[in-house]
């Protein structure tokens, strides 16, 4: 079995996590190999209904996605996180867990995250209805030292590095 490890794919809401981890996803299993898919987005609709986006709720939200994306790394699977997790402590704590921890960065700037704004959030914000949105309402800490930055989500040299460090 190969060696397990969590990619913490992480950046400003709709910078692009989500489709740079379905594109390295795609690359791994080409490969043979089968990651875990963990997307904040879908695992806060399917276990963590109504838990909220204050302090202490996402700091339980991120501590239980570190929790999981360990054990399942532990049993040998490549685990791909995609979540904002915009305190660098969140991230930390599950670098900390894993034996083996990459921290992908999505740099995408304020302006084109906005444009890529799907769920609305961004609109939200502007109009004063969501004050607890990273970059906007609460600080984004961006990661000091990450395994890999990716220019937006559609990054090809990031996934090739990812790809690389993974093998």
Known sequence: MS???????TGLPASGKSTLARTVSRRLE???RRPILLDSDELRDAIA????????ARSGFYAALANLAVLLAKQGHVVLVAATAHRRAYRDRARKQA?????????????????????????????????SLPGVGV?????VHPEVVARGGRDAEAVARLIRLLA
């Open 3 to 9: 060696a397990g490890a969590v990619v913490w794919f």
């Open 30 to 32: 080409r490969r043979g």
């Open 49 to 56: 209904v109504g838990l909220g986006y204050g302090p202490k």
């Open 99 to 131: 034996g083996r921890f990459l921290e992908v960065f999505v740099d995408a700037p304020l302006e084109d995250c906005r444009g890529r704004d799907i769920k609305g959030l961004y609109r939200l914000a502007a109009k004063g209805k969501l004050r």
């Open 139 to 143: 600080r984004y800490e961006a990661p």
